[in-house]
């Protein structure tokens, strides 16, 4: 029997040994199979007969230990190559410890935070430890350190604390121990994991450590400009701190400064500077014995030009501070008429034009830089309002004859390049251009305003009566003035005939703004704009200001444009 045993065990060694040789033999096989995939033939034949190269040139003295090193370091790099590097995986799996070890430290801190945590001071104020007496003061007699009349700041304010608890409780958002306790009930009820709530903790407890608005900047996110109802604020008026003693004739933002023109008949020329609080005054300037109908910055906001019933007007140069009085060489001016040429003029927006308006159809130009006289244009009737194009190209005059007139600009005659008639107008009385010209608004006698595509319906089409985009009717009396907001989604129009005659029309849509200006019939909600004589928008149109006879300018914030002017 134990020699059949050890028969046996012979047999079962033979095959194990069998068996182990097979495997061999197959890992062998399948490691040459990987070889042909990766590599390919010719790329396996190159291995061999570089390896053979290699073999050759060695030295023959090699021990076995060095060919299992050399065979060893070939086996890595094709493990490399095939599953990739091992410092890769180190790597990564270094990220996952940091994250983790990250992770438990923001527990780690939220536990610190919500049981034991106080903070520290940013700074310790040498003011908290000087003496004050306490006879100086009437309301700190009956403070706590009787002993002495001469206690430190911070004994001060620790008695203010209490005494302001006592009378007061303690507001929401300065009690913690309450916003814990909602936050241990909500996290029972809620079914997240313990870690994501842990984690949220401690996000919102550094969000509320450190000062900076809590709110996303909602410049990216406001898009194109409400339907029906604009955001829109009332500021302390523009002039509050010297208001006109007449009506305003003219108000104008500078064209890069936070900067406001107020001018009107009380012969003052005043500047303001606008935050919306308290706009404090610039300056004021009088000019004698010459009521300022109109006034406009340059271009380059270095110089105000003002005009009146005279035929001389003046050019005031904010950096030099001085006043210089222009005569115009132009004949057939009456000082005394009832037009004259400085009561109605407009700078082009690339600071090179000043037009004038003249009597008898006529448009003077003049040079801004020199004051110099350069042509006279020439409508059928008289002219009543001009305007130019946002790229200073096109000259755009409207008059009694009902026809709107272009001239070219860049045409050394300034030709008159178009000319068509204004639908359903009795008298032109205002006109303006969008900045980015696309559209352009003409209001007439009967109050109705007119908007047109400047490109398709007025310069690129020859039809003597084009027909407007849509034509406003809100206004009853004669509109006086109009004019686009920077974006030109907002095109104001003013009538100076009438109270509260004023409208802010949304232009992409064609419909009025409904909550601009207010005015019920109980008067609980009430803008009081009076009778309005001017108006403008400011650089990104975040301000609007309106001027009206009592010499008052409003000021309004419009909510939706982003920026602080």
Request: some cysteine; proline content about 3%.
């Amino acid at each position: 029997m134990l020699q059949i045993d050890a028969k046996l065990e012979d047999s079962d060694i033979d095959l194990s040994k069998e068996n182990k040789r097979k495997v061999s033999e197959s890992s062998d096989d399948n490691g040459e199979e990987l070889e042909s995939k990766v590599f390919g033939k010719k790329k396996k034949n190159l291995l061999r007969k570089n390896t053979q190269y290699e073999a050759e040139s060695d030295d023959q003295d090699l021990d076995l230990g060095d060919e299992i090193d050399e065979k060893s370091d070939k086996e890595r790099d094709l493990e490399e190559l095939v599953f990739g590097s091992i410092e890769s995986s180190i790597i990564n799996n270094i990220d996952k410890v940091s994250k983790k070890n990250h992770r438990i430290h923001d527990l780690d801190k939220k536990t610190i935070i919500g049981d034991n945590f106080e903070p520290k001071p940013a700074w310790n104020d040498d003011a908290d430890e000087e003496i004050v007496d306490l006879n100086q003061f009437n309301q700190f007699s009956n403070i706590v350190n009787s002993k002495s009349d001469k206690v430190t700041t911070s004994q001060i304010e620790e008695s203010l604390k209490a005494r302001y608890k006592k009378y007061y409780s303690t507001p929401m958002w300065a009690d913690l121990k309450s916003k814990k306790d909602k936050k241990n009930k909500n996290r029972n009820k809620s079914s997240r994991s313990s870690d994501e709530s842990d984690l949220d903790d401690v996000n919102e407890d550094k969000l509320f450590h450190h000062t900076g608005t809590l709110l996303a900047d909602r410049s990216k996110s406001r898009g194109a400009l409400p339907i029906g109802i604009i955001d829109i604020k009332v500021c302390t008026d523009a002039n509050y701190e010297e208001p006109s003693q007449n009506r305003l004739k003219t108000v104008e933002f500078h064209p890069t400064a936070r900067v406001l023109l107020a001018a009107g008949l009380d012969q003052k020329l005043r500047l303001f500077q606008i935050d919306g609080k308290k706009n404090p005054k610039i300056q004021s300037i009088f000019v004698d014995k010459f009521p300022i109908l109109a006034g406009h910055f340059t271009g380059n906001g270095e110089e105000i030009i003002i005009g009146s019933r005279h035929k001389n007007f003046y050019s005031y140069d904010m950096i030099a501070g001085k006043m210089i009085t222009i005569n115009p060489p132009v004949k057939a001016i009456d000082e005394f008429q009832k037009r004259s040429i400085s009561s109605n003029f407009e700078i082009s927006p690339d600071n090179r034009f000043c037009a004038f308006v003249g009597s008898q159809g006529q448009i003077h130009l003049f040079s801004v830089k020199s004051k110099e006289w350069i042509d006279s244009l020439k409508i059928n009737g008289e002219c009543n309002c001009v305007t130019f194009s946002a790229d200073s190209r096109y000259l755009f005059a409207f008059g009694d004859d009902k026809d709107v007139n272009v001239f070219d600009m860049n045409h050394r005659g300034h030709r008159c390049l178009r000319k068509f008639t204004d639908f359903g107008c009795l008298s032109g009385t205002a006109i303006a251009v969008s900045k980015n010209s696309q559209l352009l608004a003409t209001g007439c006698k009967s109050g109705v305003v007119n908007l047109y595509n400047l490109n398709d319906g007025v310069l690129n089409s020859t039809e003597r009566n084009p027909k407007p985009l849509k034509s406003f009717m809100n206004l009853t009396t004669p509109c006086t003035s109009l004019k686009f907001n920077s974006t030109s989604e907002l095109l104001a129009s003013c009538s100076a005939y009438a109270e509260n005659g004023f409208k802010l029309i949304h232009t992409p849509s064609l419909s009025v703004i409904q909550n601009f200006p207010i005015q019920n019939q109980d008067r609980s909600v009430y803008t009081a704009m009076r009778i309005p004589q001017c108006f403008d928008f400011s650089l990104n149109s975040c301000y609007l200001t309106i001027g009206n006879q009592k010499g008052n300018a409003l000021l309004y914030r419009l909510k939706h444009f982003f920026g602080s002017y």
